[in-house]
């Protein structure tokens, strides 16, 4: 009867570490709405960032995702005549939500926007 080989240890890949820049991306990825500048931002990182850093690219993709998600319902709200009222309520909830995110981006767990059509994958 033959031995079985012995088995190795198996070795976890190690986890991509955040280059220097990274969390500056990331952060101007999510509070590009306080700038004013919503949707353009987070979309130049994520064509120019998605393939050099995965963190950076998730953190952008959801930003995007969340920009373009406030951007509809806010443009739902303003066709109907009573959904004019909860504009302020809409920009109000996304600024909240853009400070968490860039306060959850430090932390290694992914932060995801609630409400949030995911449109870019």
């Known amino acids: 009867m033959e031995?079985?080989?012995p088995m190795l240890p198996q070795i976890q890949p190690p986890q991509p570490q955040r280059g220097e820049n990274d969390n500056l991306w990331i952060l101007f990825s999510h509070l590009s709405l306080l700038l004013g500048v919503g949707l353009f931002v987070p979309l130049f990182v994520y064509l120019v960032k998605k393939d050099?850093?995965?963190?950076?690219?998730?953190?952008?993709?959801?930003?995007?995702?969340?920009?373009?998600?406030?951007?509809i319902y806010a443009l739902v709200c303003a066709v109907t005549c009573i959904g004019i009222f909860l504009i302020p309520v809409i920009g109000i909830a996304a600024m909240v939500?853009?400070?968490?995110?860039?306060?959850?981006?430090?932390?290694?767990?992914?932060?995801?926007?609630?409400?949030?059509?995911?449109?870019?994958?």
């Open 3 to 5: 031995t079985p080989p």
């Open 52 to 71: 050099e850093s995965p963190n950076v690219a998730y953190h952008s993709r959801e930003a995007l995702n969340f920009h373009i998600s406030i951007t």
């Open 97 to 121: 939500f853009s400070i968490i995110a860039a306060t959850k981006a430090s932390d290694p767990v992914p932060y995801r926007y609630p409400l949030t059509l995911r449109l870019v994958a």
